[in-house]
């Protein structure tokens, strides 16, 4: 298994509170190794980086490994999360997992966005702003959703994310600037209801898990925003509501839940995502589904990360979901097109 922990000292002082938001606990290490051992595998703990390396080098061969479950979020630029791919590649080592091309693709919302808008998907329309740029004028309609280009887990998605005039607009804007060094995300916030999809499998083979959508616990009457600030008290704040609880309460029609359906594994296929994804949609003000990320290294925390509780709530087990995700792993690795 590769993955990064999070630091036991937590951000300095000075940095955003959830600098180390993506990276993992000890309790979700635990969670897979032992749905791993529970299928029959043995198991080396990588961990990322030089010690990692230092691990990997000079093998002998009947320590070989045959595989790695990789969840490692990696550290530094956009191509962060495919470093660990890139360097397996290189020494012939087969991960789970999409490859290093798909990962910065998808680590990068702005370049993900003209990239699916060139496949033909539906998406905001949207403008970047460089990390160093002023602001200048903005050809888009109000409200608008701000965040940063190339993080994940919500970091950088407050409550105050949704701009509705310039002044709010330049404040986040620049604020975001400062607290992730990073060119920043402007896209027209769409009204409509926000989806997550999980996906498991390969190409033709690759399926929906299902669909959830997170809705507030207590409606305030302003505009839903799944922020940092939700995650973290996600049991007082917010209720889960999976595919047949929405086609029951009328939240979707067959047509529309289909049509979701199939925007997920468009995306999961054309970014080619490799054994598992998490596709976040939101409906525009005529319910047309939109595409707003993807993400091919989803949380797998045994409790609170969200492929993990759409796959708990449409009657998957823990194991079940990696026994899914290495069982596609390993059947792809077996093609005789796989270059190892």
Known sequence: MTFNLKPELG???????????????VETVDAIDRALRGLGH??????????MLAALEGRAAERRIDGVFNFAEGVGGRGRESQ?????????????????????????KGVAKIFAAAHGIRTAPF??????????????????????VAE???????????????????ERVAQLQHDYRQAVLIEEFLSGDEFTVGVIGNG????????????????????????????????????????????????LDAARLDAIRTLALDVHR???????????????????????????LPGLHPVSSDLVIIARGHGWSYEQLIGR?????IARWSCPEHPH
């Open 11 to 25: 951000p300095q002082p000075g940095d955003p509170i959830d600098r180390f938001e993506e990276f993992d606990s």
């Open 42 to 51: 043995e198991v080396e703990r990588l961990g990322w980086g030089p010690g």
């Open 84 to 108: 660990i791919p890139a360097v397996l590649e290189v020494l012939g080592i087969p991960n789970t997992g999409s490859g290093p091309f798909s990962l910065a693709l998808a680590l990068d």
């Open 127 to 148: 403008q970047i702003v460089a990390a160093d740029e002023a602001l200048g004028a903005v050809d888009l309609t109000y409200p608008l959703f701000v965040k940063p």
């Open 152 to 170: 994940g887990s919500s970091m950088g998605i407050r409550k105050n994310s949704v701009c509705r005039d310039e002044a709010a607009l330049r």
């Open 204 to 251: 033709a083979a690759a399926e929906v898990v299902g669909v959830m959508q997170v809705t507030p616990r207590e409606p305030d009457g302003e505009a839903f925003v799944y922020s940092l600030e939700v995650k973290r008290d996600y049991l007082n704040q917010v209720r889960y509501v999976m595919t047949d609880e929405l086609l029951q309460s009328g939240r």
């Open 270 to 296: 054309v970014f080619a995502c490799r054994d598992l994804s998490r596709i976040d949609i939101r409906c525009d003000r005529r319910g047309d589904p939109n595409f707003i990320e993807v993400n091919p």
């Open 325 to 329: 995700i290495i069982g596609a792993a």
